[in-house]
DNA sequence: TAGATTGTTAATCGATTAACAATC
DNA sequence: TAGATTGTTAATCGATTAACAATC
């Protein structure tokens, strides 16, 4: 692997390339080349080699890609190639439909705490997890020693549970409060807003 | 408002921008500077003046830009001055807090559809609104004039669906379906899946 | 072998930043 | 007026594309 800085643009992509492997292998389909998956995600075959080519020769000319392989690499340079345990913030509507997705399986995830600052949530499953008092984010993150969190609280809270989930030692934040939000360097956020990207489409129409 | 044509990736901050501004007037403020902007957004204050000077001098030296007037222009540039209806296809976990959410209020969003292939769903209610049989998208989309979906059906299901959608003229699709779509390029997607955005981010752990 | 496709280079294209005159 | 901040230009930086030798 190169040691180089990899752009962040070029790391947002591998996902994308990674869920259309994983459908091609679930399809039965055992070879690929940039071409073709290219067709598939959206984006040109050269860009496509180009950002597989950072991190290693895992083609082969004339024949493309083992999809088995790539998806092999991939895995590892994204570092899914285990199970990360996640720490769900808010048991809303939202924390219960993501609370009971079925695709976090196989991808690399799996919630394993739930939160809620409400006294009527608190003692309550979801599943097979008993919601936990917020009160105990901190000890309880710092406890499992979980690094990644998903937020679905209300927008005036979500500063404040993501200061204590830093604290906690959380590095990775998929957000889905409407709200940017102030983190240090060193922790990484997603933002997942529906309406912002609704709003991001209505100009061209 | 300038007629070249606007980059993708400045659209796509604006939203940003139109929220934490949202945000701000709620809490009263009636002015704002880009480097404030800029430090509640996570965007540099050049950047920021850039990108809203493409479409107009909406600021004034030595003082900033009037919250109260950048909001009208925002939601002015990105057609959201207006409320569009929007079809929710797929009543499960996701949809159901889809359908729940406050979140697209005074947003420019109302769902005013569901739609579910479900025998046992359809005729149910979510809120105020009777899920209706997938068979009938294509009809009651065109019917109703609806140009933007959200999409919360399984992957297997997600292209046939967005094909049903194109050809009743929906033009802007949120896909929560774990799969990218193939649509024509008068057709906009954004893509929400827990799992890629979490894998964007477990790279850098 | 002939055909296909990679990995990589160089050229092009586009986005961001720095700097500052204009001006509120 | 003095200070602050915009809008814009030019410079820098980074990303994408086109093209092709290498080679399976």
């Given at each position: 692997?190169?040691?180089?800085?990899?752009?962040?643009?070029?790391?947002?992509?591998?996902?994308?390339?990674?869920?259309?492997?994983?459908?091609?292998?679930?399809?039965?389909?055992?070879?690929?080349?940039?071409?073709?998956?290219?067709?598939?995600?959206?984006?040109?075959?050269?860009?496509?080699?180009?950002?597989?080519?950072?991190?290693?020769?895992?083609?082969?000319?004339?024949?493309?890609?083992?999809?088995?392989?790539?998806?092999?690499?991939?895995?590892?340079?994204?570092?899914?190639?285990?199970?990360?345990?996640?720490?769900?913030?808010?048991?809303?509507?939202?924390?219960?439909?993501?609370?009971?997705?079925?695709?976090?399986?196989?991808?690399?995830?799996?919630?394993?705490?739930?939160?809620d600052?409400n006294k009527?949530k608190i003692g309550n499953?979801?599943?097979?997890?008993?919601i936990s008092d917020?009160?105990?984010?901190?000890?309880?993150?710092?406890?499992?020693?979980?690094?990644?969190?998903?937020?679905?609280?209300?927008?005036?809270?979500?500063?404040?549970?993501?200061?204590?989930?830093?604290?906690?030692?959380?590095?990775?934040?998929?957000?889905?409060?409407?709200?940017?939000?102030?983190?240090?360097?060193?922790?990484?956020?997603?933002?997942?807003?529906?309406?912002?990207?609704?709003?991001?489409?209505?100009?061209?129409?």
């Amino acid at each position: 692997m190169n040691a180089e800085k990899i752009p962040d643009i070029i790391i947002g992509r591998l996902p994308v390339y990674l869920r259309a492997l994983q459908r091609m292998a679930d399809n039965g389909v055992k070879t690929t080349s940039s071409q073709e998956l290219g067709e598939h995600v959206g984006i040109s075959a050269a860009q496509i080699r180009k950002d597989i080519s950072q991190f290693g020769e895992f083609g082969k000319q004339g024949t493309g890609y083992s999809i088995g392989y790539l998806l092999d690499k991939l895995r590892e340079i994204l570092k899914v190639d285990r199970i990360w345990d996640v720490a769900l913030i808010g048991a809303g509507d939202m924390g219960h439909a993501l609370a009971n997705y079925q695709g976090f399986q196989n991808r690399g995830f799996r919630i394993v705490a739930i939160f809620d600052n409400n006294k009527e949530k608190i003692g309550n499953k979801i599943g097979e997890f008993v919601i936990s008092d917020a009160e105990k984010i901190v000890e309880g993150i710092k406890a499992a020693n979980i690094k990644i969190a998903m937020l679905t609280v209300p927008a005036p809270a979500a500063q404040s549970v993501a200061d204590k989930l830093i604290q906690a030692g959380v590095r990775a934040i998929l957000n889905y409060a409407p709200i940017s939000l102030n983190v240090p360097n060193n922790v990484k956020v997603q933002y997942i807003d529906p309406a912002t990207h609704l709003q991001r489409m209505t100009y061209y129409l």
